[in-house]
């Protein structure tokens, strides 16, 4: 279909017909469908702006009289359309707001699919670019599924030239546009049309999207729009050096040794007669180290175990959403000697196991015998805690020579009741260790015991409740989001052990879970978990956004759903469980950086965010996901997600505090710590100076260890003649000829260096030449070991 510009009418492959009138100088836009009913109704408004101008009265009533406007579509793939509008200012105006609205004409389903990028539930309320990570509204309706995807490269040409955009959906109307931004609370966006933008005579802003409207289902299409956004984006960063700036073995060995060999992180102590060890869960960027031995401090977050949460949250909403007074807190955290409470965690976020099992690996790397043996201490930690109900417990505080323990956490919230997924992420990190690093009996006795438990919680339905206590011998469960996204915690758990024991109790529970998880989580895009709804972004249980219709939702249990039916296709080979975690996957990464805009400061492409009511941006549950996508690669074959995982796993570091802006330590033991997340607060700044430390530089091991260990530094699935930089370097050329095969690999680090190329290969001994150098014949086990080149 060619391009039309101000008007005409032009019938697509797919039967649908595109019709541009214009109206007082303004484009109308409507899209039916011929043979399945409307799409989109016609005659619907496409361009709504306000314009002021430098002079009185300031409000322009006809901007039509003061922009030229230009609207041009073509149709680039069947039911794809690029739409364009070029404004031009006749003389100097301040824009307000172009936004471009379809309305949504067909009849819509009650349970139809629904996905915007943030939920906007006041009338004033929108989804700006600050929170565009893959960015998309997809509406789907009983006979056709719409979506909007801005076009990124236009919008950041927008963003250059001081410009914000924004997406709203309101019941059946989709609206993107030119439009400026302020955050109100923890965190959500009003729209501000005063001032606007200035556009002197002659000046253009050009606003561009595609549409997509095809019969399949709101979820297919979802999976379409990702991997559109992907290849038009993603991918053609991945050629470029991104984020990282230093080799991936130095950024994990700094992030190592700032966790695990900094001794204001570490302790050691005694649990029943044996010998363990921990690293402590907080730290601050400031003039003075933390005050870890503070009673008064410690006893307050255990009498009072909603106080930290409740700091969080009147922070989150009254100060660090406020530019000034962000600051002034940012300036007294960094000059005074703080207050940490004297904790050891193992829940779901701050998991000091994961992080061990990096070290562990690590140390293994660099044949660190101190490094490993505290990372053992970590792994000795867990399986001493008190478990009298077979459960791992969340959390353990030092209050001088006192042990206090706690069973579970809700968000920020200790509990004396356990967590499901507290205790399951334990559980499942510690089988990864055993099946990976120490085949030690005693974890995998532990384990069991926990799966005892955890199969005697389940409810009729397939369920787990997400908190429970034992009382008299008998499980007492909450209520609260007891039938939800938290049962993928256990169901992920139980999978992964009967993966490696073959045990036939825990396949069936998990199966038993994981089809409540499809009916009850997946069909109704239902992710709910205890951060949705308890975290620095509350919000009542089971509340919807009102305007457009869409749930609540937090990535850790769209996160645990998709490792619970990996795992659980790999126990029972069942090809509907691999569909339903690829549907989950889909989910997941609708929170993927594709693109690094421009109005934030550092460079956030392959990060991932938390949730739909939050604005972080590199969150520190990147490095759960990094390795979680290229299992999947292995799965699926779809080489999409192998990339999709180098590019997260290279943001893991992005935030490390190395002596640049805006990661200047204000003390030297701070150097390799790695903040938790950037610009939280809806506003390009990092948070004020609080280091988790299993929540940015464990998770940022794991991620390391868990992908490098297989894949090294360079990945090449002979099976298939793919080949992956994944060390700072791309893959140019990958060619097989006869026994030999060839490889370019572009560093985009400076100087020389050595990497270690790991080949999957089956057959016969492989000639390797790397850059036009022959690394000879190489045998099967010694390529997938690694062979190391220089680059």
Not at 533 to 553: A, L, M, Q, T, Y
Not at 758 to 782: F, M, Q, W, Y
């Amino acid at each position: 279909m060619a391009g039309m510009d101000r008007s005409g009418s032009a019938e697509g492959r797919n039967g649908f017909v595109l019709e541009i009138d214009g109206v007082s100088g303004i484009p109308h836009l409507s899209i039916l469908s011929v043979d399945k009913g409307a799409a989109i109704a016609a005659g619907s408004p496409l361009l709504n702006i306000t314009a002021w101008s430098p002079y009185p009265p300031f409000r322009i009533p006809e901007p039509a009289a003061v922009l030229d406007i230009e609207t041009s579509y073509r149709e680039i793939a069947d039911g794809l359309f690029r739409m364009e509008h070029r404004l031009r200012a006749r003389r100097r105006i301040f824009l307000g707001k172009c936004l471009a609205s379809l309305r949504f004409g067909g009849p819509l389903r009650e349970d139809g699919f629904r996905f915007v990028p943030h939920l906007h539930p006041e009338p004033d309320m929108t989804a700006p670019d600050q929170v565009f990570r893959s960015p998309c509204v997809i509406l789907e309706g009983s006979s056709a599924t719409l979506a909007l995807v801005p076009d990124l490269t236009a919008l950041e040409t927008l963003n250059q030239a001081g410009l914000r955009a924004a997406l709203t959906l309101d019941g059946s109307t989709i609206s993107y546009g030119i439009t400026r931004h302020r955050v109100k609370g923890h965190v959500y966006f009003t729209v501000r049309e005063f001032p606007g933008f200035a556009l002197s005579k002659g000046q253009e802003a050009v606003l561009s999207y595609y549409l997509f409207i095809t019969g399949d289902s709101g979820a297919e299409l979802h999976r379409r729009v990702n991997s559109f956004l992907w290849e038009r984006y993603g991918r053609t960063r991945m050629a470029t050096p991104g984020p990282q700036q230093l080799p991936l073995d130095e950024y994990v060995r700094k992030a190592g040794h700032w966790a695990f060999l900094n001794e204001e992180n570490w302790t050691e102590l005694e649990i029943e007669g044996k010998h363990c060890g921990g690293a402590y869960s907080y730290n601050m960027n400031s003039k003075f180290p933390p005050l870890r031995k503070d009673k008064l401090t410690n006893t307050a977050f255990i009498l009072l175990p909603q106080l930290y949460a409740a700091i969080l949250r009147f922070g989150a909403a009254h100060v660090t959403s406020r530019p000034a007074l962000y600051r002034l807190l940012t300036r007294t955290l960094g000059s005074n000697p703080g207050a940490s409470p004297s904790v050891i965690e193992l829940q779901s976020w701050f998991n000091n196991v994961r992080s061990a099992y990096g070290a562990s690996w690590l140390a293994r790397e660099l044949g660190d015998a101190e490094l490993g043996g505290r990372a053992a201490l970590v792994c000795e930690f867990a399986l001493a805690s008190p478990r009298p109900d077979g459960l791992f417990p969340a959390v353990l505080y030092l209050v001088g020579d006192r042990q206090v323990w706690r069973k579970g956490t809700r968000g920020f919230n200790i509990l004396n009741r356990y967590h499901i997924a507290d205790s399951c992420t334990t559980g499942y990190h510690l089988l990864e260790w055993y099946r990976d690093l120490d085949p030690e009996p005693a974890v995998l006795e532990a384990c069991r015991r926990q799966a005892e438990a955890v199969m005697g919680i389940q409810l009729p339905s397939g369920a787990f409740p997400a908190w429970f206590r034992f009382k008299k011998g008998k499980v007492v469960v909450d209520p609260c989001l007891a039938e939800s996204a938290e049962s993928a915690s256990a169901v992920m758990f139980l999978a992964l052990l009967a993966n490696i024991t073959g045990q036939e109790a825990c396949l069936n529970s998990a199966r038993a879970g994981g089809d409540f998880l499809i009916t009850d989580v997946i069909a109704p895009n239902r992710w709910y978990d205890y951060e949705t709804f308890f975290s620095c972004s509350p919000k009542p249980v089971g509340w919807i956004d009102p305007r457009s219709g869409c749930h609540p939702e937090n990535t850790m249990c769209v996160f645990w759903t998709a490792a619970a039916f990996l795992q659980l296709y790999r126990a029972c080979g069942e090809e509907r469980y691999l569909e339903a975690g690829r549907k989950a996957l889909d989910r997941l990464l609708a929170y993927h950086q594709v693109w690094n805009p421009p109005f934030l400061s550092i460079d956030v492409f392959g990060g991932f965010a938390s949730q739909n009511t939050d604005a972080e941006w590199n969150d520190a549950r990147q490095g759960l996901i990094a390795p979680l996508l290229i299992d999947y690669y292995h799965a699926t074959g779809e080489a999409e997600l192998f990339e999709r995982g180098v590019a997260t796993l290279r943001a893991c570091f992005t935030t490390m505090y190395l002596g640049r802006e805006p990661y200047v330590p204000l003390r030297p033991s701070v150097l390799g710590g790695i903040e938790e997340n950037y610009a939280h607060f809806g506003y390009d700044v990092p948070p004020p100076g609080y280091l988790m430390l299993d929540w940015g530089a464990g998770s940022s091991l794991y991620a390391a260890a868990r992908i490098l260990a297989r894949h090294g530094h360079v990945y090449v699935d002979a099976a298939t003649g793919r080949a992956f930089g994944i060390d700072g370097c791309a893959v140019g050329a990958c060619e097989r000829e006869g026994d030999t095969l060839r490889l370019n690999i572009a560093s985009h680090l400076p100087g020389p260096r050595e990497i270690r190329i790991v080949c999957e290969h089956a057959g016969p001994p492989l000639r390797l030449v790397v850059n036009d150098k022959n690394l000879g014949l190489i045998d099967a086990a010694t390529l997938q070991s690694g062979v190391t080149a220089s680059i």
